[in-house]
């Protein structure tokens, strides 16, 4: 790693950090016996943030039936205790890196489309194999490459540059940053997820999302790696990261079949058919997430 970026995002003291609340909810959700009462509780300490959580619960994305969801126990009833906390860290990860102006909202618009679509298709993949992650795989489709934000905030023109190398060259982008930078997004996201405390697993698909066999959560990183192609596949890219793949032929591919998941019946052909829409699933969550409003109060 090239010492002088990686020593200045490490000291940078205004560096971006989760809300309490929000690593409050993901620690308790790691809790065999949570309860409804505790996330909730536990998210009405943030009123700003259970005022978003609340309105993201109503949105058309997520909403269930005709009444309105007027508290956080009756959202966590009605859309599931997993999704609360996806849309607890979605709002949260949105509030501390927001887009930026002109041509630099534009960039950071793919990347959030790019996070979403992965969390989107690692959905669609779990659900077909079964995985049963239980929705991390939509945080960790949401987080995995949460580095290229901090390398773009601290480092934009020497990101900028290997982002245009990536598409000159056509080479993956962490190739090109190692190339410009001398580090990757996969180093940065790791110190990230560690110095946020966040879950190993978040930290381990940031480092090995692209070199899954290397993972101890060897599951649900090769299933963020398998989401992260296939989102690249619909052109919700970020980079020069489109070249041509198999998908039987990825890593993650053959570790998910060594480990008993049924990828051998997955009509890939099908499959492709059925994320066709990934498109408007994307622009419907990022529609809800743009409705939220930090400055309502929550009323339970």
Known sequence: MNDSV?????????????????????????????????????IYQDPSLAAMVLKMANSAFYRRGSGAIDTLHRAILMIGLNEIINITT?????????????????????????CIATGLIARHIDKKLAMKSMGREFVGGLLHDIGKIVLDQYFHDEFEEARAFSIDVDCPMHEAEQEVLGTTHMEIGHFLAEKWNLPGYLADINLHHHHPSAAQFKDITSLISIADLLAKAREFSFGGDRMSFVLADQEAWHILKQMGYPVHFLDLERFTFEIESIGDEVKSYIGALSETDARESANE
Not at 13 to 29: F, G, H, I, Q, R
């Open 90 to 114: 979605s709002v949260s990860i949105l509030s501390i890196f927001p887009p930026g102006d002109g041509q630099d909202e534009s960039v950071r618009r793919m990347f959030w489309n790019h």
């Open 6 to 42: 990686f020593d200045t995002i490490r000291d940078i003291d205004d560096l971006p950090t989760l809300p309490s609340v929000a690593m409050e909810v993901m620690s308790l959700s790691r809790k065999p016996d949570v309860s409804i009462k505790s996330i909730s509780e536990c």
